[in-house]
């Protein structure tokens, strides 16, 4: 190995950014060999802060100056408050705690196995494969891209954080030491519904970020799965031309010259496609002139299949069809000539 020169490779830190000195320091004490058992953290810059000024909940003006790594409050123009956030820690930490990231969903088996039967597959070849590790693997993932846009989400409302953090802190803080007060003269304490009452300005703020709109319980018609998803949508593949071409056989038999034919058309439509069972009322549905387009049909007939007692509208199939796009199954191999 050639002679380092440590005096070059302290010239080239010092044309490194504080990041990147930052990132640089992580990676030297997790050398196997630094001797470094906890590494501290360097002192961030406010290179690039932006400045807010939020309301208190009791009308007090308070100024933010944040950046994506750190906040400080101000009040009266004095530093009262400070957090400082290291993302690339938190990330990493994350990925390395006991959590749900090593344990699939429940019914996370049954949907794959229920997806793989819909690919082809048989019993046997599914009693074959390691869907517990592969349910692993998937949550996993998740549980990755969900640690990822969390890290990112709390740099962006860290000047929220801040204010959250020090003003509701500082009210549970109070109704404490006013509870002691008040038992050490043996005046009567505040209640705990009062209290509860004063703590909702804040409860307020939380649901902003909760994504929730008002409005009392509702009704849910359906939870959607993955298994859901891709059943509708390879049925609807495989159903689209069936429903067109029953389509084309209804519209013969409406405008034939027969008068036996033209009166059963629904029933001859039937029979032609008696393996794939046509429910009778879609197939009412391709009366002349007034002919539903085949791939409506199909979407009804597929949801009929895969979401059994329910019963959605169209525009919610379409729109659960756009959502989810599964890959199609395979095109079945020509038979080998004999």
Known sequence: MPDIDLEEVKKLAEQL??????????????????????????????????????TTVDGDQYVVVATDKMARLLLKERVIFEIVYYPENYQQSRMEIRSWQNSPPDGAVEQVAGILKLYGNSDEDIAKMDLVELCKQSTAKVYEVETERITREISVR???????????????????IRGMMAEHEGSPKKPLDKMVKELEPYWKQIKAHLGVTAGGRRTVKHKWTILDHTCLALHYMRLQPIWREAKKAAKEAQNSREPTRRKRWKEAVAAVYQDDALPSDLIDQL???????????ALLHAS????????????ILKAKLRQFKPPPPPKPSAEPPS
Not at 287 to 297: F, K
């Open 17 to 54: 950014s504080p990041d990147e000195r930052q990132v640089l320091l992580n990676f030297l004490a997790e050398l196997p060999d630094s001797g470094w058992s906890t590494l501290e953290p360097t002192p961030l810059a406010l290179d690039g802060a932006k400045e807010y000024q939020p």
């Open 158 to 176: 860290l000047p929220h954080m801040i204010c959250l953090l020090f003003d509701a802190g500082v009210k549970i803080i109070e109704f404490g």
């Open 287 to 297: 009366t002349l002139p007034q002919s539903v387009p085949p791939a409506d049909l």
């Open 304 to 315: 009929r299949i895969c979401l059994p007692g329910t019963s959605y509208s169209l525009k």
